[in-house]
């Protein structure tokens, strides 16, 4: 590693212009190697916005009981997935950890005790993506847990504490899927951008209501129908969306990438704000 990057990594976080963030439909962990419309998405939205000092990342598949940030130097890349080929398994992505990125997202949490964890590293909800935005894995990342035990506005308000660091060059990347319901997914064309119509419908919703700002119906969604219901069976896909849509300032413009349905009851469609 080079003498700047060290000190770019240790210097104290100061003011930058705000960084856009980012909910990203990360769908298959084999988006990882394959080529695909996606991916080529995911390459595209990094040429649009400036390159961060460093990363934090919701997955959704990192869900603990109460809420904790990486802190290590060096976060290994968890394979947490089977059934896959040997090529996804060999896939490292190398990034630097930000133990400072880490303790000051500790230190801007007031609704609850934030932990410092040393044991869980990058899933692949955070690395199947970033690598795809920045290959050389040259940006430090840390990842905040999902605490499961708490309800859909507690996650939008922890969000909420965390927006100066866009003001700090960091890149607020959630990551998971608007309508993930793997129990209706049509195995046999898995590569096909096709939507059930419920699927279709709750993402139609979704999308109008993140593009008009209006996100309480968002954090409601257990009261907005049978779509929803079908589209979020357990939340920790959608969860991610809330912790970007909480960092979005009045009128701040929101766009829309990658927005397709894939095998019947999944959409790929992400968000960037700013």
Not at 128 to 142: F, G, Q, R
Not at 167 to 185: A, Y
Not at 260 to 269: I, K
């Amino acid at each position: 590693m080079k003498l700047q990057d060290l000190n770019k990594m240790t210097a104290p976080l100061g003011k930058t212009p705000k960084m856009p963030v980012l909910f990203l439909g990360h769908g298959s962990p084999m988006n990882a190697i394959e080529e695909n419309e996606f991916v080529q998405g995911f390459r595209n939205i990094a040429r649009h916005i400036p390159k961060p000092n460093a990363i934090l990342c919701i997955s959704a598949h990192w869900e603990t009981k109460g809420t904790f940030v990486t802190a290590m130097q060096n976060p290994p890349t968890i394979h947490d997935f089977g059934g896959f080929p040997k090529a996804l398994f060999d896939v490292q992505y190398p990034a630097p950890g930000s133990p400072e990125l880490a303790k000051e997202t500790q230190s801007l949490i007031t609704i609850t005790e934030v932990g410092l964890d040393d044991k869980w590293g990058l899933d692949h909800g955070a690395w199947s993506v970033i690598k795809h935005l920045y290959p050389e894995a040259d940006i430090p990342v840390i990842q905040m847990s999902i605490d499961y035990s708490q309800a859909p506005q507690y996650h939008y308000e922890l969000a909420r504490e965390i927006k100066s660091l866009r003001e700090k060059g960091i890149l607020v990347i959630g990551s998971g899927n608007m309508v993930h319901n793997l129990r209706m997914v049509e195995w046999r064309r898995l590569h096909e951008t096709f939507g059930f119509d419920w699927a279709v419908e709750a993402n139609e919703k979704m999308k109008a209501h993140i593009l008009s700002g209006e996100h309480q119906p968002l954090i409601n969604f257990r009261s907005q129908g049978k779509a929803f219901d079908l589209a979020i069976p357990t939340p920790e896909h959608y969860l991610p969306l809330l912790y970007a849509l909480a960092l979005k300032a009045p009128n701040e413009p929101v766009n829309l990438f990658n927005d397709q349905p894939l095998a019947g009851s999944l959409t790929m469609t992400s968000v960037k704000i700013g």
